[in-house]
């Protein structure tokens, strides 16, 4: 019988408890061993989890409890974790994380200690989908041309449900909250940082790039108002916040933002709390990724298989899929100014004659070609002005972006959205 103790027993937690109990059937023919829970640290232990493990509130006694083999940590956060992750590593105990946040931090470190140490981590990106797998396995024989997806359920289902029944942002979001789909801190989810880890995460398994979330463009989906939603529609496209690597030449691009995709894109029908990713690969071509992202049951289906395929004696050395420098240790990351888009801008302007030829001269003056323009009345006196743009590099948009918000007839920061 193998012991595993979790470290965290929250939404995840609790479901990995259960799954291993009620589904230990399948799980035991699989493993070829039975697999307990000996015991779960949490902060409160006055606080009801619904689940039948003891509970402790030192991670010492599972750290230094020689029965337990394996270290599941669900805390969150960076620090904490990473302590506890390298004490049980040290301990000779194998690993298995959901923790994204952690991984986005120090993956090539913990890659270095845990050397033999079995240390997985499929759960940290896309919750149930087993996104790692197929990427440090099923697609070893590619050069990855581009990942691009959604990767983080909250805001998916935010923006479904936005879009789909007009609700608004704040009673959305409490609710993604209240269905467990959220960050303990939801701002990772809205401000786009919890995808971000995601993508670094994918993006060092396909390139071996060694970036943190401040070295790439990060922007959530907290400006998207109605009137852009009714813009995506009325011109045939989904808003998505989107993940995107993308291999050019010998850099890579990787940024996270809201997205306009055309409606009969795969990745625009993906509704809801799901997560969904395609990677192109140089010899198998685009592959797709489907599933739910978030809740305790399909992130915890990730953890439990990852529990397996270590009591099955199985361990992909390395951790992150490749232990010399990949492509001749020449791909770099690319400035996120030099990368290029097409654009959807909203802008509030004064409705007086003239506005529009000085808006037309400004997009001139920054060699931003306009592909489409829609001007709708806002408030008595002001009107949004809805453009579209040809392919234009990001330096270029934001500069033009500051020069519009200094002049007197525009009312507020112009919104901005990329269009893949
Ligand atoms: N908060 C995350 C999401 C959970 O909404 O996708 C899964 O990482």
């Given at each position: 019988?193998?012991?595993?103790?979790i470290?965290?027993?929250?939404?995840?937690?609790?479901?990995?408890?259960?799954?291993?109990?009620?589904?230990a059937?399948?799980?035991?023919?699989?493993?070829?061993r039975?697999?307990?829970?000996?015991?779960?640290?949490?902060?409160?232990?006055?606080?009801?989890?619904?689940?039948?493990?003891?509970?402790?509130?030192?991670?010492?006694?599972?750290?230094?409890?020689?029965?337990?083999?394996?270290?599941?940590?669900l805390?969150?956060?960076?620090?904490?974790?990473?302590?506890?992750?390298?004490?049980?590593?040290?301990?000779?105990?194998?690993?298995?994380?959901a923790?994204?946040?952690?991984?986005?931090?120090?993956r090539?470190?913990?890659?270095?200690?845990a050397?033999?140490?079995a240390?997985?981590y499929?759960?940290?990106?896309?919750?149930?989908?087993?996104?790692?797998?197929a990427?440090?396995?099923?697609?070893?024989?590619?050069?990855?041309?581009s990942?691009?997806?959604?990767?983080?359920?909250?805001?998916?289902?935010m923006?479904?449900?936005?879009?789909n029944?007009?609700?608004a942002?704040?009673v959305?979001?409490?609710?993604?909250?209240?269905?467990?789909y959220?960050e303990?801190?939801?701002?990772?989810?809205?401000?786009?940082?919890?995808?971000a880890?995601?993508?670094?995460?994918?993006?060092?398994?396909?390139?071996?790039?060694?970036?943190?979330p401040?070295?790439?463009?990060?922007?959530?989906?907290?400006?998207?108002?109605q009137?852009?939603?009714a813009?995506?529609?009325?011109?045939?496209?989904?808003?998505k916040?989107?993940?995107?690597?993308?291999?050019?030449?010998n850099?890579?691009?990787?940024?996270v933002?809201?997205?306009?995709?055309?409606?009969?894109?795969?990745?625009?029908?993906i509704?809801g709390?799901?997560?969904?990713?395609?990677?192109?690969?140089?010899?198998?071509?685009?592959?797709?990724?489907y599933?739910?992202g978030a809740?305790?049951?399909?992130t915890?289906?990730?953890?439990?298989?990852?529990?397996?395929?270590i009591?099955?004696?199985?361990?992909?050395?390395?951790?992150l899929?490749f232990?010399?420098?990949?492509?001749?240790?020449t791909?770099?990351?690319?400035?996120?100014?030099?990368?290029?888009?097409?654009?959807?801008l909203?802008?509030?302007?004064s409705d007086?004659?003239?506005?529009?030829?000085?808006?037309?001269?400004?997009?001139?003056?920054h060699?931003?070609?306009?592909?489409t323009?829609?001007?709708?009345?806002?408030d008595?006196?002001?009107?949004?002005?809805l453009?579209?743009?040809?392919?234009?590099?990001e330096?270029?948009?934001?500069?033009?972006?500051?020069?519009?918000?200094?002049l007197?007839?525009?009312?507020?920061?112009?919104?901005?959205?990329?269009?893949?």
């Amino acid at each position: 019988m193998v012991k595993v103790g979790i470290v965290g027993v929250g939404t995840v937690g609790v479901s990995v408890a259960q799954i291993l109990k009620e589904n230990a059937d399948v799980i035991s023919a699989r493993a070829g061993r039975d697999i307990v829970v000996k015991s779960g640290v949490v902060k409160n232990l006055s606080k009801d989890r619904g689940v039948d493990i003891t509970l402790t509130d030192n991670v010492d006694d599972i750290l230094n409890d020689d029965e337990i083999e394996i270290v599941v940590e669900l805390m969150g956060g960076v620090d904490e974790p990473y302590e506890v992750v390298t004490k049980a590593l040290k301990s000779g105990k194998a690993v298995v994380t959901a923790n994204k946040a952690l991984l986005a931090y120090h993956r090539y470190e913990l890659q270095e200690l845990a050397k033999d140490i079995a240390f997985e981590y499929e759960a940290s990106v896309a919750g149930g989908i087993p996104i790692i797998n197929a990427l440090r396995n099923g697609l070893s024989a590619n050069h990855i041309e581009s990942i691009m997806g959604i990767m983080n359920g909250t805001c998916n289902y935010m923006l479904t449900k936005m879009s789909n029944e007009g609700v608004a942002y704040d009673v959305i979001l409490k609710e993604a909250q209240d269905l467990g789909y959220a960050e303990a801190d939801p701002t990772f989810d809205v401000g786009g940082y919890d995808a971000a880890h995601k993508l670094l995460i994918l993006a060092s398994i396909a390139y071996g790039i060694d970036a943190k979330p401040e070295d790439i463009l990060i922007e959530g989906i907290e400006n998207i108002s109605q009137d852009d939603i009714a813009f995506a529609k009325e011109f045939g496209y989904a808003i998505k916040l989107l993940g995107i690597a993308k291999k050019d030449g010998n850099e890579v691009e990787l940024r996270v933002h809201a997205a306009l995709v055309p409606q009969d894109e795969m990745i625009a029908k993906i509704d809801g709390v799901m997560n969904g990713i395609s990677v192109v690969g140089d010899k198998v071509g685009e592959t797709l990724y489907y599933g739910a992202g978030a809740g305790g049951d399909a992130t915890a289906s990730a953890v439990v298989a990852n529990i397996v395929d270590i009591v099955r004696g199985g361990k992909s050395t390395p951790m992150l899929g490749f232990d010399r420098p990949m492509e001749a240790g020449t791909l770099t990351l690319k400035d996120s100014a030099d990368i290029e888009s097409k654009y959807y801008l909203r802008v509030n302007v004064s409705d007086k004659a003239g506005v529009l030829a000085r808006i037309t001269k400004i997009f001139e003056e920054h060699n931003i070609s306009v592909q489409t323009m829609l001007q709708r009345p806002a408030d008595g006196s002001s009107a949004n002005l809805l453009i579209s743009t040809h392919n234009a590099k990001e330096s270029d948009i934001q500069a033009m972006i500051q020069t519009l918000q200094e002049l007197d007839f525009v009312q507020s920061k112009p919104a901005m959205i990329r269009i893949v």
